[in-house]
C-alpha cells in the first residue's frame, strides 16, 4: 500500500478519484482558466480576420486549431499526474533529440532552419522543448532536498538541461525562442530554492554569455537588429522598417483606436509580418491603448489563475510545472510586446494564442492542460523524485 500512496486512482463509482469526480473538482478557477484562455483566442481570430480581410486564409484556421487544441487541453488536464511525470525525461530527450534533427535534416524558411516536415505536416521542435523544459526541470526538483538543489553536482544537471536546448535554439538561429528558454529554465531553477551565491555567480556567468555571444555567436542579421534597435532611425528601409513601422501603427491609435478593419498601416500592408510576431501592433492601431492594455489585462488574469493554481497543489512537481508555464506565458507576452513597441529588439516570439502558428498553438495550450491537470489534481501528493518512475 506504501508503494501506491498519493498515485491517482480512477473507479467507477463516481467517487472523488473517479472522472466523473475529477470532472467535479474542476473549481471555480479552472473553469475561468477556460474561459480566458478562449477569450484570448478570440482575439486572436478576430485579429487574423482583420489582417487577411476575411476568414481566409488565417483566421478560419487559427480557429480549428483552437478548437482542436482546447480539447486537448481539456483531455491532457484529466491525465493523472503520475503520467506526467513519468513522461518528463522522455518528453524532455525526444524534443532534445528533434532540436538535432533540425541540425541535419531541418526545413529552411526566411533564412532560418528551425522546422522539421513529416509528411504534410511542419512542426517547430523549439515549441516542444518550452513544455519539455518545464516538465524536465520540475520533476528533477521533486523531493530534492534544499542541501542538494544548492550543491554542486545538484546544479549541473539543470544548467545541462537548460543549456543544451538553448544552444541549439541559437544555432537555427532563433534568438528570441532560445531567450525564453534560458529565461523560464533559470526562473525555475530559482523558486527551486537555490542559493543567492549560485545566484550572483549565474547573474555574471550570463552577463559574460551575452558579450561573447554577441560577438561570436550571432548572425550577421541578428548583430545588426541590436544595434539598429538602440537606432532605428540609421537604416529606416532595412533592419529598423520593421520597428519603425510597427511604433508608426501603434501611436496612430491613440487612445481609442481607429476601429476594426480601419488600421492604414496594417490594411496598406505597411506593416510586416503582421498576422505573426506584429499582431500585437495591429490591436493597438485598430483598439489604441485601451484596448491594448485590455488584452494585457486578459493576460495578467490568467497568469493571476495560473499562480493560484500552483499554489494549492500539494505535489512539488504540481506547483514548479504550474509555476513553470506561468512563467513561459510571462515571457512570451513581455518579449512580444516589448519588441513591437521598440523597448527590445526585434528577435521574432510570437504573441501566444493570437499570433498565428500552429505548433505554438499546440504547445501553448499543452502547457495549459498541464496547468489544468494541476488544478484537478491539486489535492494528490506523488512519491519523492526517485520513486516517480
Not at 147 to 162: A, Q, T, Y
Not at 280 to 290: A, D, H, Q, S, Y
Request: hydrophobic letters at 55%; aromatic letters at 12%; charged letters at 10%.
Amino acid at each position: 500500500m506504501a508503494m501506491i500512496q498519493g498515485m491517482t486512482t480512477y473507479d467507477p463509482s463516481g467517487g472523488p478519484h473517479s472522472l466523473r469526480g475529477r470532472v467535479f473538482s474542476m473549481s471555480f478557477a479552472g473553469w475561468t482558466l477556460v474561459l480566458l484562455v478562449s477569450l484570448l483566442a478570440g482575439v486572436g481570430v478576430a485579429m487574423l480576420y482583420s489582417v487577411s480581410g476575411g476568414w481566409e486564409p488565417y483566421a478560419s484556421r487559427h480557429a480549428t486549431r483552437f478548437g482542436f487544441s482546447l480539447l486537448v487541453m481539456l483531455v491532457l488536464g484529466f491525465v493523472p499526474m503520475r503520467v506526467w511525470s513519468s513522461l518528463a525525461y522522455p518528453s524532455y530527450f525526444v524534443a532534445l533529440a528533434l532540436l538535432v534533427l533540425v541540425e541535419l535534416k531541418g526545413a529552411t524558411a526566411m533564412g532560418a532552419t528551425r522546422w522539421i516536415d513529416i509528411g504534410p505536416v511542419r512542426i517547430q521542435p523549439s515549441e516542444i522543448m518550452k513544455l519539455a523544459l518545464v516538465l524536465a526541470l520540475a520533476r528533477y526538483y521533486h523531493g530534492l532536498s534544499i542541501e542538494r538543489v544548492s550543491g554542486f553536482f545538484g546544479i549541473l544537471p539543470p544548467l545541462f538541461l537548460v543549456g543544451a536546448p538553448a544552444a541549439l535554439i541559437v544555432k537555427q538561429p532563433d534568438l528570441g525562442t532560445a531567450v525564453l528558454v534560458a529565461a523560464t529554465g533559470a526562473t525555475l531553477i530559482f523558486l527551486s530554492g537555490i542559493q543567492w551565491r549560485w545566484i550572483l555567480r549565474g547573474a555574471i556567468a550570463g552577463l559574460a554569455g551575452v558579450v561573447v555571444l554577441f560577438f561570436f555567436g550571432l548572425q550577421d542579421y541578428q548583430r545588426a537588429r541590436i544595434l539598429t534597435f538602440l537606432n532605428p532611425d540609421t537604416d529606416q528601409l532595412g533592419a529598423g522598417y520593421h520597428i519603425l513601422q510597427s511604433k508608426i501603427a501603434i501611436g496612430s491609435g491613440g487612445v481609442w483606436g481607429k476601429g476594426f478593419n480601419e488600421g492604414t498601416q496594417t490594411q496598406l500592408n505597411f506593416l510586416p509580418e503582421k498576422h505573426t510576431d506584429f499582431i500585437f501592433t495591429v490591436i493597438g492601431e485598430e483598439f489604441g491603448f485601451v484596448g491594448s492594455v485590455g488584452v494585457l489585462g486578459l493576460v495578467c488574469a490568467i497568469l493571476l489563475v495560473g499562480i493560484y493554481i500552483a499554489l494549492s497543489s500539494k505535489a512539488h512537481f504540481g506547483r514548479l510545472a504550474a509555476l513553470g508555464v506561468c512563467a513561459t506565458f510571462a515571457f512570451y507576452v513581455v518579449i512580444n510586446t516589448a519588441m513591437v513597441m521598440g523597448l527590445v529588439p526585434v528577435v521574432g516570439v510570437p504573441l501566444p494564442l493570437v499570433s498565428y502558428g500552429g505548433t505554438a498553438m499546440m504547445a501553448v495550450m499543452a502547457g495549459f492542460g498541464l496547468l489544468l491537470n494541476v488544478h484537478i489534481h491539486r489535492e494528490d501528493e506523488l512519491p519523492s523524485a526517485g520513486r516517480l518512475l
